[in-house]
């Protein structure tokens, strides 16, 4: 079974364990009914913008619709490609690791994730452009820094590729 055919499923049940419609989950997340329906068939790849877009709508981290045992989930955005390495469930959090490479010359707006959330980030190589959307910074290779995720951000390789450790943290 592919990635997308798996988290085409966990999505399905997130969504019928909240007792939500095709309909509502897509209004609620602003992707359409058609996407919603061929991504929980396995017919379509979800982007890392679609799977914020319904994780946040069904109030759950990202890597409750990528988590199983045995499944390297990789998924890729507009600039960023990224892989999920670990995920950590106390009784404070959900705490996520990603190897994340952003793409040279493209910029990802990523929206609003439930409220509470924070990212941080430690460039391995290249310089980025991350944080808020309203005061982006820029950090250079072994630098690190950390945004509020609960409000509009951004991600951005403005010369090269960067290499780099994404931590976000979801409160319970």
Do not use: C
């Not at 439930?114 to 910074?137: F, K, M, N, Q």
Request: glycine share 8%.
């Amino acid at each position: 079974m592919g990635l997308a055919t798996q988290v085409g499923l966990r999505l399905r049940e997130l969504r019928e364990a909240r007792g939500l419609s095709l309909s509502e989950l897509a209004r609620r997340s602003k992707v359409g009914k058609g996407t919603l329906s061929e991504l929980e068939s396995g017919r379509r790849n979800p982007t890392l913008e679609t799977l914020y877009a319904l994780t946040t709508a069904l109030k759950v981290p990202l890597s409750t619709a990528l988590h199983a045992p045995a499944l390297r989930a990789e998924i890729s955005g507009r600039a960023v490609d990224a892989v999920l390495t670990e995920r950590f469930e106390d009784t404070t959090a959900i705490t996520e690791t990603y190897r994340v490479r952003i793409r040279a010359g493209a910029t990802q707006e990523s929206a609003a994730h439930t409220p509470g959330t924070t990212e941080h980030i430690i460039i391995l190589s290249g310089t980025a452009r991350v944080g808020e959307l309203s005061a982006p910074v820029l950090i250079d290779p072994g630098g690190h820094g950390s945004w509020p995720a609960d409000v509009p951000h951004l991600y951005q390789a403005p010369s090269i590729d960067v290499e780099a450790l994404l931590v976000v943290r979801y409160p319970q």
